[in-house]
């Protein structure tokens, strides 16, 4: 087999029209249950370990041409939430179709918008805990900014060894929300690595959609954002920073607190992640009152009320990232079921995924441990212990940009979570120079958003009528601004 990997990674650099598979015995995904008919390009799934860490990938080969196309490696936020969600709710190979009795898995058809139509793309579950990562020590499940970016870069370099046949594709890296904070650090990892002479991983840029990046500008981008949307008055936007300044998330005063309490009652009952979509209450729970109880911490993090209204197919909306002016500060991060267990967050139901993962015969599928291994799925877990160690993001953008890589901050324009007002601001506030105005792009002969250009290869986009998860809601649009940045084209 070694010797064969040897061979296969020469023809690959000397001939890139022969793709030679070199992939670890007993990798290859051959069926998935609720899947009947062929898979359009080739699959592989299994774990790496790093350290004691157990770390799952699941692989999807590009359908378009592997050998040239990229590798990109995507990452779900959270922090502890699985990669898995952008494989199955976003911009996976399938579309999941809810099984008809409670217990039934679910249904899977080809995703015609999937990305792995023009890249190579790893889907991976980390840090260790999260997903289908797991390991035998319980003190694997401590970890941070820092320790996840440098786990997760010798995920990496022992991928590509696994992988060789993929060592000269133009790699980059990809992610939303908590996201924010896992790609820029691990992409400094792998600058680092590049100085220091040690370059196996072809490194190009990253991309980032909705992401978390720095306190300052995510805590005063709902605000404006709010305003934007004729969500709250004039008055009630005025009044916020005459009572609490321009810092409004970081003013503890009584006065300040009214203010956002008035914010808070506006936007109650609203899906945080996209103000456009209805939001889905668990049975029982939806009751507007509630929303009004007394509590030590803003009323973003209570239950938001309003009527029972499920979703059709994809009704969970868990755990993306750090809701509304709640801001990631350094020091330790509350999980979002942690959250849970005291406030109500809005629009949660990932039984789609849930019911998937924790069946047997999918695990056996996909080379995953078993339920009593590795424990239950879940889209967000509660076991690890997750500090913020990295501060803020923008002195990593400025360096990374500064080394010539490519950015693209891309934003969902009705995401209340992570609003698109704190992206534009933090880009622009790199003091590069316009390269090219705010202009519309645009998709099947449509305006799909706005983006502006900078200098040392920066872009920030937007998507038109989009939440959090931009995929989720515009595939379509998704798939066209991925492909043409990815191969370099004008968006």
């Known amino acids: 087999m070694a010797n064969n990997c040897v061979w296969g990674m020469l023809f690959c650099v000397l001939l890139l029209s022969v793709f030679t598979e070199c992939a670890p015995e007993g990798s290859l995904v051959t069926h998935l249950p609720g899947f009947n008919g062929s898979f359009p390009s080739k699959h592989y799934s299994g774990y790496v370990e790093v350290d004691g860490k157990n770390l799952f990938y699941y692989l999807v080969v590009s359908e378009r041409s592997p050998p040239q196309d990229p590798v990109v490696l995507w990452l779900n936020g959270g922090p502890g939430c699985s990669s898995f969600d952008g494989f199955i709710y976003e911009h996976g190979p399938f579309n999941f179709e809810v099984g008809k009795s409670e217990k039934a898995l679910p249904k899977l058809h080809l995703n015609g918008y999937s990305w792995s139509k023009v890249s190579n793309i790893i889907y991976l579950e980390s840090p260790c805990g999260v997903g289908l990562s797991y390991s035998s020590d319980t003190g694997k499940y401590v970890t941070g ?258 080394l010539n890589y490519r950015v693209l901050i891309y934003s969902g324009d009705h995401d209340m979570c992570v609003p698109y007002t704190g992206s534009e601001a933090w880009t622009r506030s790199l003091g590069y120079k316009t390269s090219s105005a705010w202009r519309s792009w645009w998709s099947n002969n449509q305006v799909a958003g706005y983006l502006q250009e900078y200098d040392n290869k920066l872009t920030f986009l937007t998507i038109k009528g989009a939440g959090h998860t931009v995929p989720e809601y515009k595939p379509s649009e998704a798939l066209d601004f991925y492909t043409r940045w990815l191969d370099r084209k004008p968006i």
């Open 145 to 402: 900014d820092l320790d996840t970016a440098s786990t997760t870069h010798a995920f990496l370099l022992k991928w590509f060894k696994l992988f060789p046949e993929f060592i000269n594709n133009p790699f980059y890296i990809a992610g939303e929300s908590y996201a924010g904070i896992y790609v820029p650090t691990l992409a400094a990892e792998l600058a680092k690595g590049t100085k220091r002479g040690v370059k196996p991983i072809n490194f190009k840029g990253y991309m980032v959609g909705n992401g978390v990046t720095d306190e300052k500008f995510d805590g005063t981008a709902l605000v404006p954002f709010a305003h934007g949307m004729a969500l709250i008055s004039d008055d009630i936007f005025n009044e916020v920073y005459n009572s609490c300044g321009v810092l409004y998330y970081n003013n503890n005063s009584e006065t300040c607190y009214a203010s956002l309490e008035k914010v808070s009652q506006a936007i109650a009952g609203l899906n945080i992640y996209d103000i456009l979509e209805p939001c889905y209450h668990y049975p029982g729970s939806a009751k507007k009152e509630d929303a009004n109880e007394s509590t030590s911490l803003p009323l973003s993090f209570q239950m938001l009320g309003g009527t029972e209204r499920p979703l059709a197919v994809r009704k969970r909306m868990f755990g993306r990232a750090w809701p509304l002016w709640a801001t990631v500060k350094d020091g330790p991060v509350p999980l979002w079921p942690q959250l849970a267990e005291k406030y109500h967050v809005a629009c949660i139901n990932d039984d789609v995924a849930t019911t998937w993962l924790n069946n047997a015969e999918v695990r056996e599928a996909i080379h995953a441990a078993p339920v009593n291994v590795s424990g239950p799925w879940e889209l967000c877990t509660r076991k690890i212990s997750y500090n913020h160690d990295a501060g803020s993001m923008i002195p990593y953008h400025k360096n990374l940009t500064s």
